[in-house]
C-alpha cells in the first residue's frame, strides 16, 4: 500500500513508532504485549468490550420490547464513521488530496484494518460513546420534554464530556498524532485540533441523536413497530445525514474563519459555548424534575455502570500519565510528545461524572415504586414496559 503512502502520513507512522509502507493489509492482528505502551491494549479492551456489551443490549432490548432505537444509534453512529473517516485516511483515493491533506495518524494496534489507518477500538467508540450519551439524556427525559433539537444538543454536550476525557490524553500516551502543520487543525488547543473538540466531539452526536430520535425513537417512544426494511433504510439514512450535519453544523466557523484561524477557532468556541449553556441550564433542571415529580419511566443500568468503569479506567491512565505530563516543557513531555490541557479534562470528568450521578439520582422515587410493587418486575427492569406503548 505504498501508493498510499502520502509524505504527510508516512512522516506521523514514523513519529509513532511505525512504518507506513509495513502497516500491514485490510487487517492485520499484532501481539498487545508488543504494542508502543502498555495503555494502548487497555483503552483498546475498554472501548471494544463496552460496544460488544452496548450492541448486545440493543440487541436485547428490541427482542424484549420491540424498541429499535439502540440498535439503530449504534449502527448508525458505526455507517457514520465510515462515510466520515476512509476519505481522511486515502485523500488520494477519493481524489480530495488537493483539498484535504492528512489530518492525523492513529498509532498501530492489537487489530488493525486498512494498512495500519483503521483501528478496530476506533470502530467501537463511534458506537460506544454514542449509546452513552445518548442514553444519559434519554434516561434524564429531556426528549420527551424539550424535544429533539434541545435533546440532541444535551447529547452533544455529554458526548462531548466523555469523548474530551480521551481526546485529551492521545496524543501523550501515542494512541494517535496529529498534523499540526494542517490548516484543518488549526487552531490547536494545546495537542488537540479545536474543530476535534468542537465538531468530532459535539456537533457529530449531535447531529446524530437528532437524525436517530427523529427518524425511530420519537416513534418508538410512541409504540410503533418496524420492519427489518424500515430499519435498514432509516439507519443508513441516519449515517449519510447524520454526516452532512457535520459539514453543515459547523458552516458558521468554516465560512466566517475562512481566511483566519483565529476567528475560526473564536466561532468554534461561540458555537461550543451556545451547547454547553443549553445543556446545562435543561439537564439541571430535568434533573430536579425528576427528583421532585413523576419519576420517568425509562433507565439502562448498562451504560451507568459501564460508563462508570469508562471514567475509572480514564482516571488511572490520566494518573498515570501524570509525572510525564509534570515535567513537560512547552507542551512536550521528555519524549517529545503533546500533552492536553489538565483543566479543560478536570472539567470534563466533573460534567461526565454528574451526568452518570443524575442517572443515578433523578429516579429515586421509580426504584422505590418498583420495590413496592406487587407487579412482574421484569416490567420495570431497565425500562423495558409490558407494552410497546410504554416503552421510552
Not at 513508532?17 to 487497555?42: D, H, Y
Not at 420517568?296 to 494518573?319: E, K, P
Request: net charge neutral; glycine share 6%.
Amino acid at each position: 500500500m505504498t501508493d498510499h503512502c502520502s509524505p504527510t502520513f508516512a512522516q506521523l507512522a514514523t513519529e509513532l513508532g511505525f512504518s507506513c509502507s509495513n502497516a500491514g493489509g485490510l487487517v492485520e492482528v499484532r501481539n498487545p504485549f508488543a504494542l508502543e505502551n502498555w495503555t494502548l491494549p487497555v483503552l483498546e479492551l475498554t472501548i471494544i468490550v463496552g460496544s460488544v456489551l452496548a450492541l448486545v443490549y440493543a440487541i436485547v432490548r428490541l427482542r424484549r420490547t420491540g424498541d429499535p432505537t439502540n440498535v439503530v444509534l449504534w449502527f448508525g453512529a458505526a455507517a457514520y464513521l465510515f462515510v466520515i473517516e476512509p476519505p481522511l485516511y486515502f485523500p488520494a483515493a477519493f481524489g480530495i488530496e488537493d483539498h484535504v491533506d492528512t489530518m492525523f495518524a492513529h498509532n498501530v494496534f492489537t487489530v488493525d484494518f486498512l494498512w495500519g489507518r483503521l483501528p478496530l477500538y476506533i470502530v467501537a467508540i463511534y458506537p460506544l460513546m454514542a449509546t452513552v450519551a445518548f442514553e444519559i439524556v434519554r434516561m434524564l427525559g429531556v426528549f420527551r420534554r424539550y424535544g429533539l433539537v434541545v435533546g440532541a444538543a444535551c447529547v452533544g454536550f455529554v458526548h462531548h464530556a466523555f469523548y474530551e476525557i480521551f481526546d485529551q490524553i492521545g496524543p501523550q500516551l501515542r494512541w494517535w498524532e496529529w498534523s499540526t502543520t494542517n490548516p484543518l487543525n488549526q487552531p490547536m488547543f494545546d495537542s488537540v485540533p479545536l474543530p476535534s473538540v468542537v465538531v468530532f466531539a459535539t456537533l457529530w452526536p449531535m447531529s446524530l441523536a437528532l437524525c436517530v430520535q427523529y427518524f425511530v425513537g420519537r416513534h418508538a417512544d410512541r409504540g410503533r413497530r418496524f420492519t427489518g426494511i424500515q430499519l435498514v433504510w432509516r439507519t443508513i439514512v441516519i449515517g449519510l445525514l447524520a454526516s452532512l450535519g457535520t459539514f453543515i453544523l459547523p458552516l458558521p466557523a468554516t465560512v466566517l474563519g475562512m481566511n483566519s484561524s483565529t476567528v475560526r477557532g473564536a466561532v468554534y468556541a461561540v458555537e461550543l459555548a451556545v451547547v454547553a449553556v443549553v445543556a446545562v441550564v435543561v439537564l439541571v433542571r430535568q434533573w430536579m424534575r425528576l427528583r421532585e415529580g413523576p419519576p420517568d419511566n425509562y433507565s439502562n443500568n448498562f451504560v451507568r455502570y459501564y460508563a462508570v468503569a469508562y471514567l475509572g479506567v480514564m482516571a488511572v491512565l490520566w494518573i498515570t500519565a501524570l509525572p510525564d505530563f509534570l515535567k513537560a516543557a512547552n507542551g512536550l513531555t521528555r519524549n517529545g510528545d503533546p500533552v492536553g490541557n489538565p483543566w479543560y479534562t478536570l472539567a470534563c470528568f466533573v460534567v461526565a461524572v454528574l451526568c452518570v450521578i443524575a442517572t443515578f439520582t433523578a429516579d429515586v422515587r421509580r426504584r422505590d415504586k418498583s420495590s413496592d410493587d406487587t407487579t412482574d418486575p421484569s416490567a420495570v427492569s431497565d425500562g423495558a414496559a409490558s407494552s410497546p406503548a410504554n416503552v421510552r
